[in-house]
């Protein structure tokens, strides 16, 4: 979805940066990140919320995913959300992260979300087979494309490619992105697989396209125009930790919705 740099005020807040390992089946962040680490983030109203271990209240995660990222807020209309991931193991889910402050749309969460409205969409999703970046490869375990010039996130709802990566010289239309000239946004960034497959064979026209995991536009953290957000350093944390192998899934939503997945 086409970014919008939407500002708010801010303030210093320190928060844990790196995934620590917590089972093997977890995986490993970038090779050379130390065990702990600390990265300023200047958000008041972002809080570092105790760890709720949600992934095991969640009843739809397919039976072969072992990483859960849940992406939640006190309210459908907040901005503001914490990110949590988890790792299945042997004993049941287990937390892999302190919580990370997030940003979602400037006009919270939707359970309706359609194409220009900048609501973030509630459910669980899946993670794209490729992930992109503005950079190099910060060292993720699935594909990874280095965007250039004519790559776009095709956001017209009037095209049979709407909603999907498309490599042209032209603008495809409509709110379609030009992704390599997102900057800071898209550095690096996952796909959520909202409105597209496999949550739907194929994307509903003007049901909402480009939902993306992306680091923060500002340094103080804003809202977005959909997308879930968050710092540099835990963005690419989280991108590295996640392994296709693993079946993750993104649930996006309430705390009080929660009971729905």
């Keep these: 979805m086409k970014r919008r740099n939407l500002l708010l005020g801010a303030a210093g807040l320190a928060v844990p940066a790196v995934l ?3 089972a093997p089946a977890q995986g490993v962040g970038r090779p050379s990140a130390p065990a702990v680490g600390r990265v300023s983030l200047s958000s008041p109203r972002l809080p570092t919320l ?6 095991a209240r969640l009843a739809l995660l397919p039976a072969q995913t072992r990483q859960a990222i849940i992406v939640s807020a006190t309210s459908f209309t907040t901005t503001y959300a914490t990110l949590e991931a988890y790792v299945r193991v042997s004993s049941g889910w287990q937390p892999a992260v302190t919580p990370m402050p997030a940003r979602i749309g400037s006009r919270g969460f939707s359970d309706n979300h359609v194409e220009g409205v900048p609501t973030t969409p509630t459910g669980i999703y899946s993670i794209g087979p490729t992930m992109y970046g503005i950079a190099a490869n910060p060292g993720v375990r699935y ?3 280095r965007l250039v010039s004519g790559d776009w996130w095709n ?3 009037s ?3 709407y ?8 603008n495809p239309g409509g709110a379609s992105e030009a992704l390599w000239q ?3 946004d898209y550095t690096h960034f996952a796909v959520i697989t909202y409105n597209m497959p496999p949550n ?5 026209p003007n049901a909402g396209s480009g939902i993306f995991l992306h680091q923060f536009g500002t340094s103080s953290g804003n809202a977005t125009a959909g997308c879930v957000a968050l710092a540099h350093d835990h963005l690419v944390d989280v991108l590295a930790w996640l392994d296709p192998a693993l079946s993750p899934r993104i649930m996006l939503g309430p705390y009080g919705q929660l009971g729905r997945y």
């Design 20 to 22: 620590a390992p917590t």
């Design 50 to 55: 105790p760890n709720h271990r949600l992934a």
């Design 143 to 145: 594909p990874y494309h």
């Design 155 to 157: 956001e017209n709802p």
């Design 159 to 161: 095209s049979p490619r």
């Design 163 to 170: 909603n999907t990566f498309q490599q042209s010289s032209t």
């Design 182 to 184: 997102e900057t800071p």
């Design 200 to 204: 739907v064979p194929t994307p509903i």
